[in-house]
């Protein structure tokens, strides 16, 4: 004999699982807008290396848009600097956000687990 399906005990289940699987997907997009950050931070970083083994007298261009603006090389060592702080804000708070968005996955799937336990417990004392 079949068991009655819990309807309340479904609609709960499937609520949970939709809830779980927009988050995992927020964290697939955070992960990878955390690598494109990590990668445009090293290009950051392998800049200004290179930059600042330069003669302090030499031109430099800065990219503007699509054209290049003849700059002073300690304005654009400056403006180098500014960009890896925030991209390595940016990549702080996303990684905040990932962190939350995890604890929040955990939490579902422990509600999952708890809700499910509890009908089978209710199920086993109806049925004694």
């Known amino acids: ?48 290396r290179e930059i600042s083994t330069f003669p302090p007298d030499t031109k430099t261009y800065e990219s503007v848009g699509r054209m290049f603006l003849l700059t002073n090389l300690d304005e654009v060592k400056s403006n180098l600097k500014t960009r890896e702080a925030q991209l390595s804000t940016r990549t702080s708070e996303l990684e905040n956000s990932k962190q939350y968005l995890e604890k929040n996955l955990k939490e579902s799937e422990d ?13 086993d004392t109806k049925a004694n």
């Open 1 to 48: 004999m079949a068991k009655p399906v819990d309807l309340e005990l479904k609609k709960a289940f499937i609520e949970l699982q939709l809830k779980m699987v927009e988050t995992s997907e927020k964290i697939q997009v955070i992960d990878s807008q955390i690598d494109v950050l990590k990668r445009v931070l090293a290009h950051v970083d392998i800049t200004q």
């Open 111 to 123: 509600n999952i687990r708890e809700m499910v336990q509890q009908r089978k417990e209710q199920s």
